[in-house]
């Protein structure tokens, strides 16, 4: 079975600085998918990003952006000119392609904070 | 952007009483899910649905759980006789042929 660590519980950042949330999973698959989801103190998951292990290229969208690392299992999450907005839950999943399984496997959450 | 819509947004009941959580689906998806996350812990899947039938279901998607794609629209989450543990919030989540899952706001589901 598929999991998702997220190691980092807790992290903190000033206002318009850069911060990376770490994620690694551990898989048997060679394609799948993996994702970053926003969980806002709303509690609504939003997808921030994803990438789909096939591509060697890092997904990238407006400040966010991912460094994949496939041979070491890794898929972590940078976001740059960090933004107050950006304080919330940040979730990694991952998505198998093969095999007819649709489910998304979480990790644990990290908290972002976003000092002014 | 369209969005995936659920009510209510707060449930409370006792235990041992059934609940329905509803959801509305993106309209013209194909592939309807179940997740919760109880306070201060990871998101779960429960179930996925396809073509009127569940296709995939977790090892927490036991007998006190259902769903029900009523009338083409909705999608439900029927709990037959809550229990404490049962309280969390779900969020149903649709899709089209992408990966890409679009989740709702969640139903906060308080059993007491």
């Known amino acids: 079975a598929q999991t998702v660590t997220q190691s980092q519980p807790e992290m903190s950042v000033q206002e318009a600085e850069t911060v990376t949330l770490s994620c690694t999973y551990d898989?048997?698959?060679?394609?799948?998918?993996l994702f970053w989801y926003k969980q806002p103190p709303s509690r609504q998951m939003i997808l921030v990003i994803r990438?789909?292990?096939?591509?060697?290229q890092n997904a990238t969208e407006n400040r966010f952006s991912v460094n994949f690392q496939k041979a070491a299992k890794s898929f972590s999450l940078k976001i740059s000119d960090s933004q107050l907005g950006d304080a919330a839950m940040y979730f990694c999943?991952?998505?198998?392609?093969?095999?007819?399984?649709?489910?998304?496997?979480f990790g644990k959450g990290m908290k972002l904070t976003v000092n002014p | 952007e369209p969005e995936v819509t659920q009510t209510p947004s707060h449930q409370v009941t006792q235990m041992g009483q059934e609940v329905i959580l509803r959801c509305v689906p993106i309209?013209?998806?194909?592939?309807f899910y179940w997740y919760r996350q109880i306070l201060g812990q990871k998101v779960e899947f429960l179930v996925s649905f396809y073509n009127n039938e569940i296709s995939e279901k977790s090892e927490i998607f036991d007998d006190q759980f259902s769903v029900e794609r009523p009338d083409g629209s909705n999608f439900t989450l029927k709990i037959r006789s809550t229990k404490l543990e049962d309280s969390a919030m779900y969020f149903c989540?649709?899709?089209?042929?992408?990966?890409?899952?679009?989740f709702g706001s969640g139903t906060q589901l308080s059993v007491l």
């Open positions: 898989t048997s698959e060679s394609d799948y998918y």
């Open positions: 309209s013209n998806h194909l592939y």
């Open positions: 990438q789909e292990a096939y591509k060697q």
């Open positions: 989540a649709s899709s089209g042929w992408s990966e890409k899952l679009f």
């Open positions: 999943a991952y998505r198998s392609v093969q095999g007819g399984s649709e489910k998304l496997v």
